[in-house]
């Protein structure tokens, strides 16, 4: 993992690497932004909740309509999820 001096600032690429392949997050995500994120998607129904799996970097791992598959997946890629505010 890498480590600063407390005084110095991570670049947004050192920032992004910070538990790559570790760390994942999960979000409920609009069906107007599926495509931008998961552009092999088809269209999806707008009134449907989504829920989508993102590496640390912010790759796209897993569309669901279903939140507690992402939580499922995450642990079958032996990644910690965090929660984002």
């Known amino acids: 993992m890498l480590m600063k001096e407390a005084n110095s600032h991570l670049t947004k690429t050192e920032l992004a690497g910070i ?4 760390v994942a997050y999960i979000r409920k995500i609009r069906s107007e932004d599926v495509s931008r994120c998961f552009p092999e998607a088809p269209d999806i129904d707008p009134s449907v909740d989504l ?19 992402t939580f499922f997946k995450a642990a079958e890629d032996e990644l910690k999820t965090v929660s984002l505010h």
């Open 19 to 22: 538990g790559n392949g570790e």
């Open 51 to 69: 829920w989508a799996l993102f590496g640390a970097d912010g790759t796209p791992i897993l569309l669901t309509d279903n939140r507690s598959s």
